[in-house]
């Protein structure tokens, strides 16, 4: 045989099948984990003791991490495909006909009115139309029961003031 290419015997085989078993093993179970630490002993103890010179095991380091990396990219292609087991990739949509509202979307409150369930001072829980919210006073005290309305929206916040 070439100088470059080492005589692999049944134990090689073994360790290098093994080895990558595990590996594989742990890029679907994610973590540094014993998978991981298994796989990569037996993948260095096929090199050691296969190879008898260092071109020999250069070889066959780069042949392994050249397996090692075509694993990688196949088991991440078909996890952001969703083939193996859940994908990656979040598919559904959250939409606003379907009840989603986005936290910053809280335009459609300006107007609306609603009792405060505990005491504003300044801020506190006020209740519209059956769903809490909570809100800040416009800098007065407002006692739990007393019926307000928003008159601001400023990103998450909703300022309410006391109505008659």
Do not use: W
């Given at each position: 045989?070439?100088?470059?290419?080492?005589?692999?015997?049944?134990?090689t085989?073994?360790?290098?099948?093994?080895?990558?078993?595990?590996?594989?093993?742990?890029?679907?179970i994610?973590?540094?984990?014993?998978?991981?630490?298994?796989?990569?002993?037996?993948?260095?103890?096929?090199?050691?003791?296969?190879?008898?010179n260092?071109?020999?095991?250069?070889?066959?380091?780069?042949?392994?991490?050249?397996?090692?990396?075509?694993?990688?990219?196949?088991?991440?292609?078909?996890?952001?495909?969703?083939?193996?087991?859940?994908?990656?990739?979040?598919?559904?949509?959250?939409?606003?006909?379907?009840?989603?509202?986005?936290?910053?979307?809280?335009?459609?409150?300006?107007?609306?009115?609603?009792?405060?369930?505990?005491?504003?001072?300044?801020?506190?829980?006020?209740?519209?139309?059956?769903?809490?919210?909570?809100?800040?006073?416009?800098?007065?005290?407002?006692?739990?029961g007393?019926?307000?309305?928003?008159?601001?929206?400023?990103?998450?916040?909703?300022?309410?003031?006391?109505?008659?």
């Amino acid at each position: 045989m070439s100088t470059f290419l080492p005589d692999l015997s049944v134990l090689t085989i073994i360790l290098l099948l093994i080895g990558f078993a595990l590996v594989l093993l742990e890029i679907h179970i994610p973590g540094f984990g014993v998978p991981g630490i298994l796989g990569a002993i037996c993948l260095i103890l096929a090199v050691v003791l296969t190879a008898q010179n260092f071109a020999q095991g250069l070889v066959m380091a780069l042949g392994i991490a050249t397996v090692l990396g075509t694993m990688l990219v196949i088991t991440l292609t078909f996890f952001s495909k969703g083939k193996l087991f859940k994908p990656l990739i979040l598919s559904e949509e959250q939409k606003k006909e379907h009840g989603y509202i986005s936290s910053s979307d809280l335009n459609y409150l300006l107007g609306k009115k609603g009792i405060a369930i505990t005491d504003l001072r300044p801020s506190g829980s006020v209740d519209i139309d059956g769903v809490k919210f909570d809100v800040i006073s416009d800098g007065e005290y407002i006692s739990s029961g007393t019926k307000v309305e928003i008159f601001k929206v400023s990103g998450v916040k909703l300022l309410v003031k006391k109505i008659n």
